[in-house]
């Protein structure tokens, strides 16, 4: 498995080494236009953006961001959503790729 940018989620999870994605069941992120549901890559195509570390907002006070969805997933799958954003803002798409790519994690996990 490479390492792709690309798929990283508006969100900050990293669709390159997610099962569905990997066994052709979802185009990921930013392909899937079905995925209308998303408020938060509605928000991020909305505003010409990649994912959410391009945003000034801080994704902890942000109302898209921190939504009831996202807490139940981020407790049911152990995953910290903000974290990932912040290592994408102070390392980049392309370092958060290969971490994700090498760790074959689709997120950072809580502690």
């Not at 940018?5 to 508006?10: G, T, V």
């Not at 890559?41 to 801080?58: D, F, I, L, P, Q």
Request: aromatic share 10%.
């Amino acid at each position: 498995m490479e390492a792709n940018k690309e798929l990283i989620a508006a969100c900050g999870l990293y669709c390159g080494a997610c099962r569905k994605y990997l066994s052709d069941k979802c185009l990921g992120c930013h392909e899937n236009v079905k995925a209308t549901w998303c408020k938060i890559r509605s928000c991020v195509e909305g505003r010409g953006y990649h994912t959410c570390a391009e945003c000034s907002k801080n994704v902890n006070e942000c109302k898209i961001y921190s939504n009831f969805i996202g807490k139940i997933f981020a407790f049911l799958f152990k995953s910290d959503c903000p974290a990932c954003i912040r290592y994408i803002r102070d390392h980049g798409e392309h370092a958060f790729a290969e971490e994700m790519t090498k760790r074959k994690c689709q997120t950072i996990k809580r502690k």
